[in-house]
């Protein structure tokens, strides 16, 4: 009988190994797909701020004036010590308030204080700052040296205090009655602004008054029909005084007429009145007038009636002044205030339109005997003003008014332009003042109807426009001096011109023989000025 064949044993043993391998295999590949996944989320949530807390810090600075006030709009620059690098270039907000450094520029920072130099400037005036950092926590910085607060006068070197002394607030038409109103038209289309419809009243026509950077809209009205307080026949007025943008919980008032008539209409006659409007505390008392109620062309003329009157000490002797609050920003705006000075030494302040004794605005150059001033700064409400005695010959303010002589003033429209030049080619040369898209001003009809009236008393007449700024597309159709720089243009400065509209009128022999805005006034003007006509 055959015996069953044994098989070896090390075949038994070479199974069970490979098992083992096998299961220690996949243990491992189990064991290592978990552990992947657990890194790779891991991974996944790890963020910067896990190897740097307060992931990109940043430092603020603040620069303030010597009353601890923040400082606006101060140009800062930032640089590394070798003076050739600049990190950055930037302002300070309203607050004062800047960025001096952060995470992004710590990357070039040692452990070690590394030097950067900060220069602050304004005005014409700069001061550096040296400031120290150094790398902090491996990705950040700190700060060792450097202030966090910066003083800076940047009014510091002014060599001119005009002070006013013996300090009067009066009424401008108390004074004078030269000086100009701004002029706006009227419209029946209710301002965006107003929040409730005007009612209850005939013909209704809107317009407002700029007061402290705000609008106060105001109407010029008929009485209702059939009303035991107001007149049908009379005009009315209203304005905003509460600043809220709603007319009806004002009371009108009415017009006010030269004589006696108790129904001014305000069509054919001037009609005015005195008003007061009191913004954020500050009393603003203007006048107004309201001209061709009813009419195609329906005008308010607007005028600041406040004005500071003393003398200032200059050069050892004393000047009757007048600021004059033009534009009713309050007495702190330099830009918004005209000066008077009596020049002469007569005792009194020349106020007609181009006097040399006028200056319409305080962000041009002023001139006193043989120095020429830019003042800068309002110190006090308008009390004192500061500024620079510049480095210019002296330039002569001449008076430009009715009468006097033009300045030899040129520009450039498509050829060069010489006033006396095109004088002697015309019997009268038109300078028109304006601002904003010269098609809208040199096609208005209030021109052409005055350039008409004109050209009835002379043969050749040219009109030449004067855009201070200017805006939309070009137009050349009238010749137009595009000088583009404000109240600062040499063509505007050497004429005085202060009105937001304004003709002057040359005659060939170079004399001024009329000023004004467009429109019957100005021909009323001329048609006064008897020594003028033509025979």
């Known amino acids: 009988m055959d015996t069953p064949e044994k098989k070896p044993l090390h075949s038994r043993r070479e199974f069970n190994t490979t098992g083992i391998l096998i299961f220690i295999g996949i243990f491992l590949v189990f064991v290592l797909t978990i552990g992947g996944v657990a890194i790779k989320t891991a991974l996944g949530n ?5 190897i740097c807390p307060d992931y ?4 603020d600075a603040f620069i303030v004036g010597p009353d601890g006030t923040g400082l606006d709009s101060i140009s800062v620059t930032l640089r590394d010590n070798s003076n050739i690098n600049c990190l950055y270039q930037a302002f300070t907000d309203k607050n004062g308030r800047f960025t001096l450094f952060n995470d992004f520029n710590s990357f070039s920072l040692y452990k070690s204080p590394f030097t ?12 550096t700052v040296r400031y120290k950092f150094r790398r902090y926590r491996m ?6 040296e450097g202030p966090d607060t910066i003083v800076f006068n940047q009014h510091e070197g002014r060599d001119i205090l005009l002070t006013l002394r013996n300090v009067s607030r009066r009424k401008l038409s ?19 602004n107003l929040k409730k419809a005007f009612t209850g009243w005939n013909t209704i026509l809107y317009g407002s008054v700029r007061i402290d950077e705000k609008y106060a809209v105001t109407a010029a009205m008929r009485g209702p029909q059939n009303s035991t307080d107001f007149s049908n026949q009379a005009v009315y007025y209203v304005i905003d005084k509460n600043l809220d943008s709603d007319l009806n919980d004002e009371r009108p008032v009415k017009w006010f007429v030269i004589g006696d008539d108790p129904e001014p209409d305000c069509k054919v006659r001037t009609c005015f009145t005195d008003e007061r409007v009191i913004s954020d505390g500050t ?8 001209r061709g109620f009813d009419t195609e062309t329906p005008l308010l003329d607007i005028r600041s009636e406040d004005v500071l009157c003393g003398e200032y000490q200059f050069h050892q002797k004393k000047l009757t002044a007048m600021l004059w609050n033009r534009q009713m920003c309050g007495f702190k705006n330099w830009r918004s205030l005209s000066l008077g000075l009596d020049l002469d030494e007569n005792g009194s302040i020349d106020f007609t339109e181009g006097s040399e004794e006028m200056f319409e605005n305080l962000s041009g150059y002023i001139v006193i005997d043989s120095t020429t001033i830019r003042i800068d700064t309002i110190i006090g409400n308008g009390i004192t003003l500061r500024g620079t005695s510049m480095p210019l010959p002296a330039m002569k303010y001449t008076s430009v008014t009715m009468g006097n002589m033009a300045p030899p003033v040129a520009g450039y429209y ?20 304006f601002e904003g898209n010269t098609e809208e001003f040199m096609s208005e009809e209030l021109l052409h109807t005055t350039i008409e009236e004109l050209e009835k008393q002379f043969n050749r007449v040219q009109l030449i426009g004067i855009n201070r700024n200017v805006s939309g597309q070009p137009w050349c159709k009238v010749p137009v001096i595009e000088e583009n720089r404000g109240w600062n243009g040499p063509i505007v400065r050497a004429f005085h011109n202060s009105r937001d509209r304004e003709l002057v009128c040359i005659d060939s022999t170079g004399t001024i023989i009329l000023r004004g805005v467009p429109g019957n006034e100005l021909l009323e003007k001329f048609k006064e000025s008897t020594s003028h006509r033509r025979n």
């Open 283 to 290: 009393l603003f008392n203007f006048s107004m007038r309201l």
């Open 116 to 127: 950067y130099y900060l220069y602050v400037s304004a005005g014409g005036k700069q001061d």
């Open 46 to 50: 790890l963020k910067y701020r896990n």
């Open 414 to 433: 498509k050829e060069e332009f010489n006033l006396f030049r095109t004088l002697s080619e015309n019997d009268i040369v038109i300078l028109y003042f």
């Open 174 to 192: 108390d004074i004078s009655d030269d000086l100009p109103f701004n002029t706006t038209a009227l419209s029946e289309r209710p301002p965006i």
């Open 56 to 59: 990109f810090a940043s430092l």
């Open 139 to 144: 990705c950040h910085f700190e700060k060792v």
